[in-house]
């Protein structure tokens, strides 16, 4: 039972790591891409407004860079840790169980 539980929590680390690097890349790629300012928003925009990015502005794809891909993989990551994150804490629940039982 032991065994089984730490290959659980191996598992479950090991795919926290991997989701983990995965957003991180996305992340990355996202960060990348150039961003062309509409020039009304611009214009009009605040202090704190000039500095983020508004639903006018456009992304442009000069680059390699698929946007739409990018996000999948970070929505795709953190859907992946959520899911390591339960079996860790299942894992640890089973540990627990087993160490009441040998009590």
Do not use: F, H, R
């Amino acid at each position: 039972m032991l065994s089984i539980n730490n290959s659980i929590l191996s598992q479950s680390v090991y795919g926290m790591n991997q989701a983990t690097q995965k957003v991180a890349k996305a992340s990355q790629n996202l960060a990348k891409l150039p961003i062309e300012q509409n020039q009304k928003t611009s214009q009009n925009a605040n202090s704190i407004d000039e500095q983020s990015l508004n639903i006018n502005d456009k992304i442009t794809l000069s680059s390699n860079i698929d946007p739409v891909k990018e996000i999948i993989s970070l929505m795709e990551g953190e859907i992946a840790y959520k899911a390591n994150a339960k079996g860790i804490k299942t894992g640890d629940e089973m540990l627990g169980s087993v160490l009441d039982i040998k009590i």
